[in-house]
């Protein structure tokens, strides 16, 4: 790790942890619906949360987004939306409120149904994670942190992160020679 990228991440450990604890339910919700385990749709709604909360913790780091955002997902991606410069915010907008259907439907007692739910989600899941991520300023020369670390991984890690993950793959592609296999 660079010295650029430890001051950054002592300036801004809430934000670092938050974007951890996404990257890590992220991986293990693209694991689950690749699986066809629709427990990954509930992972992957936890994922694009805490990834938005990461994202306003850089902005400002001292914000309570516990008190401030609870679990409201459109709320904090309003305000990342306003915070960044976000390309595709309705078809982001989509994705969060399909993913917050998904959270809200988390309990068995909970008569709240979404439209529809289908493990090839995971495709959406991996447009809005990796373009939100992206929009993380780490200093120059970290770019192997987090998400894109996991992709580096040499081993079964890698595959089930970069298995038909085109923006993942577009990404990490000039860090690494990908092997298409």
């Given at each position: 790790?660079?010295?650029?990228?430890?001051?950054?991440?002592?300036?801004?450990?809430?934000?670092?942890?938050?974007?951890?604890?996404?990257?890590?339910?992220?991986?293990?919700?693209?694991?689950?619906?690749?699986?066809?385990?629709?427990?990954?749709?509930?992972?992957?709604?936890?994922?694009?949360?805490?990834?938005?909360?990461?994202?306003?913790?850089?902005?400002?780091?001292?914000?309570?987004?516990?008190?401030?955002?609870?679990?409201?997902?459109?709320?904090?991606f309003d305000?990342?939306?306003?915070?960044?410069?976000?390309?595709?915010?309705?078809?982001?907008?989509d994705i969060?409120?399909?993913?917050?259907?998904?959270?809200?439907?988390?309990?068995?007692?909970?008569?709240?149904?979404?439209?529809?739910?289908?493990?090839?989600?995971?495709?959406?899941?991996?447009?809005?994670?990796v373009g939100?991520?992206?929009?993380?300023?780490?200093?120059?020369?970290?770019?192997?942190?987090?998400?894109?670390?996991?992709?580096?991984?040499?081993?079964?890690?890698?595959?089930?992160?970069?298995?038909?993950?085109?923006?993942?793959?577009?990404?990490?592609?000039?860090?690494?020679?990908?092997?298409?296999?």
């Amino acid at each position: 790790m660079t010295i650029e990228m430890q001051k950054f991440a002592r300036a801004n450990k809430l934000g670092m942890r938050f974007m951890v604890d996404a990257c890590e339910d992220y991986y293990s919700a693209r694991c689950s619906l690749l699986q066809r385990g629709f427990g990954g749709l509930h992972l992957g709604s936890l994922a694009i949360e805490k990834l938005l909360k990461s994202l306003m913790l850089f902005k400002e780091p001292e914000l309570d987004v516990r008190k401030i955002y609870g679990h409201d997902m459109l709320k904090v991606f309003d305000d990342v939306v306003h915070c960044y410069d976000v390309q595709k915010k309705d078809q982001y907008r989509d994705i969060v409120n399909r993913f917050k259907e998904h959270y809200d439907v988390r309990y068995p007692c909970d008569n709240t149904q979404p439209r529809t739910i289908c493990t090839g989600e995971y495709m959406e899941l991996d447009d809005i994670f990796v373009g939100m991520y992206s929009l993380i300023e780490f200093p120059v020369g970290s770019e192997s942190t987090g998400l894109v670390q996991m992709a580096l991984f040499s081993d079964r890690t890698a595959k089930m992160v970069l298995l038909n993950n085109e923006p993942l793959r577009k990404m990490v592609k000039p860090l690494i020679e990908l092997d298409d296999s």
